[in-house]
């Protein structure tokens, strides 16, 4: 099944990104069009796919992880991942890893 997935993982604690919250949105000619918002669980993963088929199509997309709520401000407020949907018949997967001053992402699986 194609879909969009993300968690979060907190590498200073070395545990998931529990109640982090995120906003999805597309860009289109330059404009950013919100689709919707989630909140990670405890295990730092989302309930649902951020987005499936038939709505899952390709594109760029951007995700803000309001990670500073998280890490009480500390350094970094949001964090935006500004991405490409190559193929919509795949599973795109992108994680978070983050500490309270740094971040990283891949494309899991």
């Known amino acids: 099944m194609s879909c969009l997935t993300t968690h979060v993982l907190d590498i ?3 545990r998931p990104g529990r109640n982090v919250k995120a906003d999805l949105y597309r860009i289109v000619d330059n404009q950013r069009y ?5 909140t990670s669980n405890q295990d730092g993963r989302c309930d649902h796919p951020l987005r499936e088929d038939p709505a899952f199509q390709a594109g760029i997309d951007e995700l803000d992880f309001h990670i500073g709520d998280y890490f009480a401000a500390r350094f970094i407020d949001v964090v935006t991942l ?11 997967q992108v994680p978070l890893v983050a500490g309270p001053w740094s971040y990283s992402t891949y494309r899991g699986s």
Request: a negative charge; hydrophobic letters at 35%.
């Open 82 to 92: 500004h991405f490409g949907v190559c193929d919509a018949d795949q599973r795109y």
């Open 12 to 14: 200073a604690q070395g």
């Open 34 to 38: 919100f689709l919707l918002s989630t």
